[in-house]
């Protein structure tokens, strides 16, 4: 089957660096999804990993090791605006459905 | 400008009512989906449709239904079976040839009381 895990909660201060991990397991992989969500918003967007390594956009980096089932995202300079929940998402099948993450609710406090 | 409407943004039912959420979309993608969002949680497919006139059943479809006549529309009705309606409803799209990046409307929180 498939299975992913991220930590429920997590706390950071304004203007540091702070890692959320997700970890999976699938049998089929075809890329990993992170979005953001404020609450009580759609989610958006934020980055989509297939190959291993590091991807960095701006102050959000995402990254993939798919031999270990693992990813992380990496945000820097913690800003107030930050503060939301962190959804992992596997792009996994060919039926064009996500498997979705219970999501890592940021708090980032002054 | 392209994108997905949900309304209203806050909708309230008494028990026992059915009630319709609308998701329309001028972004002219195949797929659609409905999401359902408790607190804290993430989200949990309710329906999802591939192309018009077809939808699947996603992992927790009971008390619900849907239909697809147009490509651009895709309503959900919350049956009073549903025992626990009271939720987050996102509605999303996929476009056909993607690497599968769901867009999300704004959603709309539907309160039964």
């Known amino acids: 089957g498939q299975n992913i895990d991220q930590p429920t909660e997590m706390t950071a201060t304004e203007g540091a660096i702070v890692q959320i991990n997700c970890t999976y397991q699938?049998?089929?992989?075809?890329?990993l999804f992170w979005y953001q969500q404020h609450a009580g918003e759609a989610p958006t967007f934020l980055s989509y990993?297939?190959l291993d390594g590091l991807e960095e956009k701006g102050r959000f980096s995402s990254f993939l090791s798919r031999s270990k089932g693992y990813s992380y995202l990496l945000l820097k300079e913690l800003q107030m605006k930050d503060s939301a929940s962190y959804l992992c998402?596997?792009?996994?099948?060919?039926?064009?459905?996500?498997?979705w993450g219970l999501g890592t609710s940021l708090a980032v406090n002054p | 400008d392209g994108g997905i409407t949900q309304s209203p943004k806050y909708l309230f039912r008494k028990e026992g009512q059915n009630v319709t959420l609308s998701c329309e979309q001028n972004?002219?993608?195949?797929?659609m989906y409905w999401y359902r969002q408790d607190p804290g949680q993430g989200l949990r497919l309710i329906y999802y449709?591939?192309?018009?006139?077809?939808?699947q059943k996603g992992d927790i479809a009971e008390g619900y239904s849907v239909s697809r006549e147009k490509k651009e529309s895709f309503p959900l009705t919350v049956t009073s079976a549903q025992k626990n309606p009271t939720a987050f409803y996102l509605c999303?799209?996929?476009?056909?040839?993607?690497?599968?990046?769901?867009?999300f409307g704004p959603g709309t929180r539907l309160t039964v009381l």
């Open positions: 999303a799209t996929m476009e056909q040839g993607s690497y599968n990046e769901q867009f």
């Open positions: 972004l002219n993608h195949d797929a």
């Open positions: 449709s591939q192309i018009v006139n077809d939808f």
């Open positions: 699938t049998s089929g992989f075809n890329g």
């Open positions: 990993n297939v």
């Open positions: 998402a596997l792009n996994a099948g060919n039926n064009r459905k996500l498997i």
